[in-house]
């Protein structure tokens, strides 16, 4: 029994849709799911256009390749809290008879510099925290290979690449998810 429906109400412009499956073996044996076996195409028009199913791995190349980007940007904005925290201690000044001068407080770097690396810790703390719950939430909502004991129920979300955009034409999907030897098609 393969049981599939949209994740979401409503499908994002130019997006990845995303269905969500259940797989229930109602045989004697166990069955084997493959997320190989599973084929996408799109209709527009009297045409069909094949689609990608995106597998789990290639989520996590996509979420490790997030968290790189956003580890090279968090440490451009660290690294700009620190040069501002260490010019922080500088100033200057102007008299009442027009005079001016600058100084320099080791008190106000020192707080300026401790902030700094405070907020450069959070915010790579964060950037680390983020990417650990992202590659969790895939782990646990990504349909991937399973066998399937008798009885057993699995399933999971199933990627597919972003359809051909059509100008705004109508669009259906038909998706063919072959577990053990049957061909189910949606």
């Not at 990504?142 to 051909?164: R, S």
Request: glycine content about 12%; overall charge neutral.
């Amino acid at each position: 029994l393969v049981l599939v429906r949209p994740a979401s109400r409503e499908l994002q412009a130019n997006g990845r849709p995303v269905f969500i499956i259940g797989i229930n073996n109602l045989s004697k044996g166990p069955v084997d799911f493959r997320v190989a076996q599973v084929d996408g195409t799109q209709h527009v028009g009297g045409s069909d256009y094949p689609m990608k199913v995106v597998t789990y791995e290639m989520l996590v190349q996509e979420e490790k390749n997030r968290q790189v980007a956003m580890a090279i940007l968090g440490g451009v904005a660290a690294a700009a809290n620190t040069y501002s925290a260490s010019r922080a201690g500088y100033g200057s000044y102007t008299t009442p008879r027009g005079r001016t001068g600058t100084f320099y407080s080791p008190t106000a770097a020192a707080i300026a510099q401790n902030n700094a690396a405070v907020q450069n810790e959070a915010m790579i703390g964060a950037t680390i925290e983020q990417g650990q719950r992202n590659m969790a939430n895939l782990e646990q909502a990504v349909i991937k290979d399973n066998t399937l004991l008798p009885g057993e129920w699995y399933g999971g979300q199933l990627h597919i690449a972003p359809p051909v955009d059509q100008g705004g034409a109508a669009k259906a999907y038909t998706i063919v998810i072959t577990v053990g030897g049957d061909q189910h098609v949606i």
